[in-house]
């Protein structure tokens, strides 16, 4: 089975601090994504990367950075958080080749005092 | 532009009524893929069925059935005998055509409330 696993369920921090959300997938998968969930909002594409050291921009990419280092790992960065990045991230990767699903994490629900 | 719609927010039946939900969607491609996916109180998102451009039948899986019809851009899912574990949130998403990059487009989700 597909396992993507995030560093934590549940993240507390402040405005203004550098906030690092982790995401490690363990089926060897290409693709990895990072979205945001708000309530009304659904799921939208913050960064997506394909490759290790490889990024794109998804259709919110302000406020936000990424890293992809090594094939399984990918993580979100929060330069500098703000209230307004209080939010459900879920991570997600999947296989190369077109039109596949995507497996998800389980989410971390990041809240920003 | 690419968009998928769900316009049922939240639906709530009771156990062992049937329900659909409704996705609607837009696309210019000619080749592309449908997805639902359920997302339990847990959070994670599981995929139910993915669905191909060209291939219009009707799948049953179970209590699960989808109808995809592309004369008017919907792919609907159906829960027959509806049961409390059904309860979550139901995604619909369109895929682009840019088959090396895999990016899904959602929908809002519908929130389906089954009560005993």
């Known amino acids: 089975d597909v396992k993507v696993t995030q560093s934590s369920r549940y993240l507390v921090k402040r405005t203004g601090e550098k906030v690092f959300l982790e995401c490690v997938q363990d089926m060897d998968h290409e693709n990895m994504f990072w979205y945001r969930q708000d309530p009304g909002l659904g799921l939208r594409l913050i960064y997506f990367?394909?490759?290790?050291?490889?990024?794109e921009k998804g259709d919110i990419p302000e406020g936000y950075s990424v890293s992809r280092e090594k094939k399984e790992r990918f993580s979100l960065i929060l330069e500098s958080a703000s209230t307004n990045q209080t939010s459900m991230y879920l991570c997600?990767?999947?296989?190369?080749?077109?039109?596949?699903?995507?497996?998800f994490g389980p989410g971390t629900r990041l809240t920003v005092t | 532009a690419q968009k998928v719609t769900q316009a049922q927010t939240e639906i709530s039946v009771v156990e062992k009524e049937d329900v659909t939900l409704d996705c609607v969607y837009e696309?210019?491609?000619?080749?592309?893929?449908l997805f639902w996916y359920k997302q339990p109180p847990s959070g994670e998102l599981v995929f139910l069925i993915r669905?191909?451009?060209?291939?219009?039948q009707n799948e049953i899986s179970g209590r699960y059935s989808w109808n995809f019809q592309k004369s008017t851009s919907s792919f609907n899912f159906t829960i027959t005998a509806s049961q409390v574990v059904d309860s979550a949130v139901y995604f619909c998403?369109?895929?682009?055509?840019?088959?090396?990059?895999?990016?899904?487009?959602f929908g809002t989700g519908t929130r389906l409330q089954v009560f005993p």
């Open positions: 990367s394909y490759d290790v050291k490889m990024k």
């Open positions: 998403a369109l895929s682009e055509a840019d088959r090396n990059t895999d990016k899904l487009i």
């Open positions: 997600a990767s999947s296989a190369a080749g077109g039109w596949v699903e995507q497996y």
């Open positions: 669905r191909n451009s060209f291939d219009e």
């Open positions: 696309t210019r491609d000619t080749t592309y893929y």
